[in-house]
């Protein structure tokens, strides 16, 4: 059950453009800038950019939609219901963590 929860988030990128598009539907380009601006300290390249938003959209978390003008990337349903249930795994780990002294959070990918 968790795999295929992670298996979806796990293209580079994955989580934070479902993320990003949590708060609102986007264009290709404004959503480039947004990552841009969250992965900083990690360059986001193009090519690596839309093999994500290929396998997201193949996953039905994301959809292109193209008949809008301009076409933008919106969040499913399903893409929805993931965000809500990772900020709640999220939650629960950073309470776990601080049950936790001295533990790190090295798990994560």
Do not use: C
């Amino acid at each position: 059950m968790l795999q295929r929860a992670h298996q979806a988030i796990k293209p580079k990128w994955g989580r934070e453009i479902l993320d990003i598009l949590s708060s609102e539907p986007l264009r290709y380009t404004d959503l480039l800038v947004r990552l841009g601006v969250v992965a900083a300290d990690q360059p986001v390249h193009s090519r690596t950019f839309q093999a994500t938003l290929v396998a997201l959209t193949g996953q039905g978390l994301i959809e292109h939609r193209t008949k809008r003008v301009p076409p933008d990337y919106t969040l499913t349903n399903s893409g929805q219901r993931l965000v809500v249930a990772l900020r709640h795994i999220e939650a629960w780990d950073q309470d776990h963590l601080a049950e936790q002294p001295g533990k790190s959070d090295s798990w994560r990918t």
